[in-house]
């Protein structure tokens, strides 16, 4: 079956601009978790979804970052007022049914800040 | 002190050689442990993982945890050059969040 999809595969933008990154979780899975991966560095935990709300955000680096999955699938990570420091890979995975379950990945939003 | 550290290679091996790479994490609460696969500019790509002390064997790949020793490895059997790649471990406390290390890079050399 299809696995986890992310949109854009690449962004370019400007400090200080706003951007959405949509993820779209295996068909059947409950749980989505958003990372970030920088160059050199294993993938850094942002946010995890179980359903529609967030089980646990303590990874969102400030108050700039959030992420919605309104419907319980789909997700949207939203980073407003970007700043050199937010480029980086973006990752999104998806599990069966949560916590203790296999995440497997999405290709990946590379995102570049000017 | 990083929660889960790795060392960061290259890590360089012959074909047909047993891959050795090794994984210490911090926190005694963890409860799964994950070893991904990245190729460069790809995403990271399970291969195993390990909830029990032991070893767990699938196909060439052997993971290791010893939870006293807060250490897991994994185990490269017969490398290929194929294996060329960034090994992420990762470990989790059944919360759903995963602590990743930075990644060891194996080169399998021909």
């Known amino acids: 079956g299809a696995g986890v999809s992310q949109t854009p595969s690449n962004k370019v933008t400007e400090k200080g601009k706003y951007v959405e990154l949509r993820c779209d979780p295996i068909?059947?899975?409950?749980?989505l978790y958003w990372y970030r991966q920088s160059l050199g560095q294993g993938p850094e935990f942002l946010i995890y979804f179980q359903g529609t709300g967030a089980a646990d955000d303590s990874g969102l680096p400030n108050d700039r970052f959030f992420a919605v999955r309104p419907e319980g699938s789909v997700s949207t990570l939203k980073i407003q007022r970007t700043e050199r420091g937010d480029s980086a890979v973006y990752l999104c995975?998806?599990?069966?049914?949560?916590?203790?379950?296999?995440?497997?990945f999405g290709p990946g939003t590379r995102l570049l800040v000017l | 002190q990083k929660e889960v550290e790795q060392n960061s290679g290259p890590l360089s091996v012959p074909e047909g050689a047993i891959a050795s790479l090794n994984c210490t994490y911090s926190?005694?609460?963890?409860?799964?442990f994950f070893w991904y696969r990245q190729y460069s500019g790809k995403s990271p790509e399970l291969i195993m993982f390990i909830y029990s002390n032991g070893d767990k064997e699938d196909g060439r790949f052997t993971a290791q945890l010893n939870k006293a020793s807060q250490y897991v490895s994994l185990l490269i059997r017969d490398s290929q050059p194929s294996d060329s790649a960034t090994y992420l471990c990762?470990?989790?406390?059944?919360?759903?969040?995963?602590?990743f290390g930075q990644g060891t890079t194996l080169q399998v050399k021909p």
């Open positions: 068909s059947g899975h409950t749980a």
């Open positions: 990762a470990v989790g406390r059944n919360t759903g969040k995963l602590i």
């Open positions: 995975a998806s599990s069966l049914a949560g916590a203790t379950e296999t995440q497997y």
């Open positions: 926190d005694r609460g963890s409860q799964s």
